[in-house]
């Protein structure tokens, strides 16, 4: 599986973006870039995921840098309720031999 | 409805004892798995059923069981429990091929 690499922890004030980034310079033009959280106590959450374009949802933004061997996670206006870890992961779609492989991921504060 | 639920959400039992986690999925999708999340927070597949057949067995020791009666059904049977089997179980569904899966709340195993 191509890896990556993300920072071990970040820390936000609440109400201000935050970027969230994820290196994967061994990325394969058919991986799928996707992020994950978990909160406290909690199973991991999917955020969102993308391919080449960025990609926007309800929860957050996806920027995929051109050559693809970055990506960055951007929550617009943080709330205490971001507080988690942060999961970058590269999947690669096709069969049913299928898993998702979890680093360290990136553990956010967010400051009242 | 929840998505993906698991029981029980707390297990506490004594070394050498056979036990169950059962989880049910409401989204239709064909895909199964189960993680293994252990006290250094490190998220790992376990097993993953498609259609009630066993895909991915990840180097697990056999007293691990992984039962699907049915698409919307994935247990775990653990027999002769070690203290080392002590973690955080969750159960995720997905769509075959695709990279988003969702997840339970967690199963909390604790061996004493």
């Known amino acids: 599986d191509a890896k990556t690499t993300q920072p071990n922890s970040m820390e936000s004030n609440e109400e201000e973006p935050v970027h969230l980034p994820c290196n994967h310079s061994t990325i394969s033009g058919t991986d799928y870039i996707h992020w994950y959280r978990q909160l406290p106590s909690q199973g991991p959450e999917y955020v969102i995921h993308g391919l080449t374009s960025n990609v926007n949802n309800r929860m957050a933004s996806l920027a995929i840098a051109e050559d693809r061997k970055s990506s960055t996670l951007i929550l617009h206006r943080a709330t205490l309720r971001d507080a988690a870890v942060y999961y970058c992961?590269?999947?690669?779609?096709?069969?049913?031999?299928?898993?998702?492989?979890f680093g360290k991921g990136t553990l956010l504060t967010v400051n009242p | 409805d929840t998505a993906v639920s698991q029981t029980p959400k707390y297990l506490v039992t004594q070394m050498g004892n056979d036990k169950s986690i059962k989880c049910e999925q409401n989204?239709?999708?064909?895909?199964m798995y189960w993680y293994k999340q252990d006290s250094k927070k490190f998220l790992k597949i376990m097993f993953s059923?498609?259609?009630?057949?066993?895909?991915i067995n990840e180097t697990v020791p056999n007293r691990f069981s992984p039962k699907s009666p049915d698409k919307a059904h994935l247990n775990l049977h653990i027999n002769s429990l070690e203290l080392g089997d002590s973690a955080v179980y969750f159960c995720?569904?997905?769509?075959?091929?695709?990279?988003?899966?969702?997840f339970g709340p967690g199963t909390r195993l604790l061996v004493l």
């Open positions: 992961i590269l999947t690669n779609s096709g069969g049913s031999n299928y898993k998702l492989t």
């Open positions: 989204l239709g999708h064909d895909t």
């Open positions: 995720a569904a997905g769509r075959t091929g695709k990279g988003t899966q969702y």
């Open positions: 059923y498609n259609n009630k057949e066993l895909i």
